[in-house]
């Protein structure tokens, strides 16, 4: 299908969707503390939202015959993406995943990152920043001339080499006034192949890093997506336009 081209305009707007998306955030992320519940991320996030006078994105967003309840995605240790927050309370050790999306002036805007709860050991420390960095390296690619190929290649490249499994279940995406429009941009893939990159497109890139195996399974509530050995998963996205000058990453914090 076509791939939308945004005005000058609308990338404005998506930017302060965008920083809606980014400054709740980095608010979320200060709460994050053991004995916290799930949930109240979730209720502070809601809360603020409503005071910033934008929508909600996620939540009762509908797949099939099943409706998101809740306005943030806690995706903790194993969880890949797209938990629901809970009663569930936040252990000392634990990494959780906080994805996180709105509508403003009509435009969505989509970011995750994945943080510490509290001191975890060196080996999800080593998945968060991996991961991380297969975030940074993909923004790098976003730039008129590279190809939606370029993106997973170095995603794949960077993970791999520290022996992680990729993900192949779930995707990044065109975003503007939906929040899931073409193309698709998966986190692996062959360097040179694929749509061409144009000043104009404004996807999100998501890496879902597994420890191991790249394997999911859907969880019985129709959402929560784990790996299929119990390992961890690390997950980072931004919203993030291509310009002549190169990417914009539009929920970026600052
Ligand atoms: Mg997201
Ligand atoms: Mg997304």
Redesign the pocket.
């Known amino acids: 299908a076509m791939i939308e081209i945004k005005s000058r305009s609308e990338v404005e707007s998506m930017r302060r969707a965008s920083g809606v998306v980014a400054e709740i955030l980095v608010e979320l992320v200060e709460m994050v503390r053991p004995g916290l519940t799930t949930a109240a991320l979730d209720a502070a996030a809601e809360a603020r939202i409503a005071r910033l006078g934008a929508k909600p994105a996620f939540k009762n967003y509908r797949v099939g015959d099943s409706i998101f309840p809740a306005v943030l995605c806690t995706s903790v240790n194993e969880e890949i993406v797209h938990g629901i927050p809970s009663g569930r309370t936040l252990a000392e050790g634990d990494i959780i995943g906080l994805?996180f999306?709105v509508i403003y002036e009509g435009y969505y805007a989509?970011s995750a990152v994945t943080v510490p709860v509290g001191r975890i050991d060196p080996r999800s420390e080593r998945l968060i920043a991996t991961t991380r960095r297969c975030l940074d390296a993909a923004i790098e690619q976003l730039r008129p001339g590279r190809r939606i190929g370029d993106v997973g290649a170095v995603v794949q490249a960077i993970a791999e080499a520290e022996g992680y499994g990729v993900v192949r279940d779930f995707v990044?995406?065109g975003i503007g006034r939906a929040l899931h429009e073409d193309p698709q941009v998966p986190n692996f893939g062959i360097a040179g192949r694929g749509r061409s990159l144009k000043p104009g497109m404004v996807l999100?890139v998501?890496p879902m890093i597994n420890e191991g195996t790249p394997a999911v399974r859907v969880l019985s509530d129709g959402w929560t997506a784990v790996t299929a050995d119990g390992k961890r998963s690390a997950h980072f996205?931004h919203t993030v336009a291509i310009t002549e000058d190169g990417p914009w990453v539009l929920t970026s914090a600052n």
């Open positions: 994805d999306g989509d990044g995406h999100a998501e996205e």
